[in-house]
């Protein structure tokens, strides 16, 4: 029996468009491809962004005269959403490792970090999975997991978004607090080995050795309905348990052909990628290995 398999732009197709920016959205979605993933943060104003980091990334941000930003740069927590605005954020910095990620990378000079309402506004019909950026072991150099999803659901609720998001998060505190208090939203919950290795921390309370040393029963405990791992974790029967749990399972940051192909293989109902046009052209060969 085929599973179908969703087709979920990372930072919208960060290895084809500059990450987390409208022009970078705009271009994912025209791929044709199901939803694309994106990350916020809270502003000193309460505004919610589109940006990966706690801090400017000196990566890709330049200043209004087109230099290139030096560690230690400011966070995200202490400045205004209308501060944002001066900087450049539509180009990889040249020379770096980082850049050396993302060779196919196409430059939208001009770019910068958008507000989560303009990003939910650039098209009516669009798909968002929306991560909260929150780190609960560090207070105070983000919003906390519950103060950001309701920030993210009164943005999502203001432009009539919310039935096209999902929100997720490594901290689990966030997920959590809206499967309590907006059991409409979809949710999903991110795992990877260091916050399943804390994951006092990061879940806020239970262990995986409360659930057998399982993940996926831990997100089913949690309400599900996704679990989205790092693809490097999964197993063929991880997929196969967390499927008989009743979760869908979506996979990130997938790029590389081979593992597209096994993931597919073993049944996962998406992938998080920054390549989203090569999945499109895999999950439409026939030969793809569906199960």
């Not at 994106?38 to 200043?63: E, F, K, M, S």
């Not at 005269?65 to 954020?89: C, F, I, K, M």
């Not at 609960?136 to 997991?145: K, M, Q």
């Not at 208090?181 to 050795?209: H, I, K, M, Q, S």
Request: with cysteine; aromatic share 6%.
């Amino acid at each position: 029996m085929k599973r179908p398999c969703a087709i979920i732009g990372h930072r919208g197709a960060r290895g084809l468009f500059p990450e987390n920016t409208l022009e970078g959205f705009a271009a994912a979605l025209a791929l044709g491809i199901d939803a694309v993933e994106l990350d916020v943060a809270l502003t000193a104003d309460d505004v919610v962004v589109v940006t990966h980091d706690p801090a400017l990334n000196p990566n890709l941000t330049r200043d209004t005269h087109g230099a290139w930003l030096e560690a230690p740069t400011p966070s995200l927590r202490l400045l205004r959403a209308a501060d944002l605005s001066a900087y450049d954020v539509g180009r990889l910095r040249p020379g770096t490792a980082y850049s050396a990620l993302y060779p196919n990378q196409s430059p939208r000079d001009g770019a910068c970090i958008p507000t989560l309402d303009a990003v939910l506004r650039l098209d009516r019909l669009a798909q968002f999975v929306i991560e909260l950026k929150t780190l609960p072991g560090e207070p105070g150099r983000t919003a906390s997991g519950p103060e950001l999803a309701e920030a993210v659901l009164a943005t999502a609720d203001a432009t009539d978004a919310t039935p096209r998001v999902t929100v997720e998060g490594f901290d689990w505190r966030g997920p959590r607090h809206l499967h309590r208090t907006r059991p409409d939203v979809r949710l999903a919950w991110l795992t990877r080995a260091e916050t399943v290795r804390d994951a006092a921390t990061w879940w806020d309370g239970p262990v995986p050795a409360d659930f057998g040393g399982s993940v996926p029963r831990a997100v089913a405990a949690e309400g599900g309905p996704v679990w989205a791992p790092d693809h490097n974790d999964l197993t063929h029967a991880l997929v196969d348990e967390a499927h008989a749990l009743g979760l869908q399972v979506i996979p990130w940051t997938v790029n590389d052909p081979a593992d597209m192909r096994r993931l597919i293989g073993w049944g996962v109902d998406g992938l998080v990628t920054d390549r989203p046009d090569r999945a499109r052209a895999i999950v439409a060969d026939a030969s793809a290995p569906y199960r």
